[in-house]
């Protein structure tokens, strides 16, 4: 058991998708906000969070790629020092991002003293895409918003506690190959079958596509929970402000969306 120092506290700031459409529960872009001990290290920036970082008070910024639902909210700076690969950094030159530094691929490295690793996945050919392993002394997690494939999924997800997975689409496949390479974004049912080959317990959804936005959050979280069910995982959408913690522990990850910590992150903002 960790200590309580080494406690991680995670944070769905947004969980929105690259789409045109909103709600309540699914308001702003995808991001993930990690708080451990004075780290406050958010993963991806989209164009919602311009001009909203000041509630988020990041102490440093991760990016997995360079589209604008991951990168937009960076166009004018950024208040910490921004982590990416060298092809993301490269695509943000003319953002006026004063601390920049490369994150190398499938190496570990130190951000917050947490070790991130980014794992190459296949979803864009002009914003190549990352994944992060991220591991703590409490337990370790894979954040993966965007993906088509993952290569060698079941060594990338091995032993991890949590897959925080893309929920552009549910069943209906939204991939397609061009210049072999795939691109778009893999079904829900897909990335559980990956957690399935890695034995991972544990699947949450964010980056949310229409369906799920403008569905009803009930039934759609039923038959995510079931697809989950079928394949022996814990499976869920999640929304803007459900937390999840480390060291796993069933019953704390039963917490719901907390709305104060979400206007301090955001909303105070307007
Ligand atoms: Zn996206
Ligand atoms: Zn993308």
């Known amino acids: 058991m960790a200590a309580k120092n080494e406690a991680v506290e995670l944070t769905f700031l947004g969980t929105r998708g690259e789409i045109g459409v909103r709600s309540r529960r699914h308001q702003r872009h995808s991001a993930l906000l990690i708080e451990h001990g004075n780290a406050r290290v958010m993963i991806d920036c989209g164009a919602d969070w311009l001009g909203r970082l000041d509630g988020v008070a990041p102490t440093a910024i991760v990016l997995?790629?360079?589209?604008?639902?991951?990168?937009?909210?960076?166009?004018?700076?950024?208040?910490?020092?921004?982590?990416?690969?060298?092809?993301?950094?490269?695509?943000?030159?003319?953002?006026?991002?004063?601390?920049r530094r490369r994150v190398p691929l499938k190496k570990s490295v130190a951000i917050g003293g947490l070790r991130f690793k980014a794992y190459p996945v296949q979803h864009s050919i002009r914003a190549p895409a990352v994944g992060y392993r991220v591991s703590t002394k409490a337990g370790s997690f894979f954040y993966l918003p965007d993906v088509a494939r993952l290569p060698n999924a079941a060594q990338a997800l091995s032993g991890i506690d949590v897959f925080i997975g893309d929920g552009a689409t549910i069943r209906r496949s939204m991939v397609r190959v061009k210049?072999?390479?795939?691109?778009?974004?893999?079904?829900?049912?897909?990335?559980?079958?990956?957690?399935?080959?890695?034995?991972?317990?544990?699947?949450?959804?964010?980056?949310?596509?229409?369906?799920?936005?403008?569905?009803d959050p009930r039934t759609l979280s039923a038959i995510v929970r079931e697809l989950g069910r079928e394949r022996n995982i814990d499976a869920r959408l999640a929304c803007d402000g459900d937390q999840l913690f480390l060291p796993w522990n069933r019953s704390a990850q039963e917490t719901e969306r907390k709305p104060d910590k979400l206007d301090r992150a955001g909303r105070a903002k307007g």
Do not use: M, N
């Not at 960076?74 to 991002?97: D, H, K, N, Q």
């Not at 210049?179 to 990956?194: E, S």
């Not at 034995?199 to 596509?209: D, E, K, L, S």
């Open 64 to 99: 997995t790629h360079a589209h604008l639902d991951h990168a937009g909210g960076l166009v004018r700076g950024a208040p910490c020092t921004v982590y990416a690969t060298g092809e993301t950094l490269r695509l943000l030159r003319r953002f006026p991002i004063l601390d």
């Open 179 to 215: 210049q072999g390479t795939t691109i778009g974004h893999a079904p829900i049912t897909g990335q559980l079958d990956w957690c399935v080959k890695a034995h991972v317990g544990h699947a949450v959804f964010t980056h949310c596509g229409s369906p799920i936005v403008r569905g």
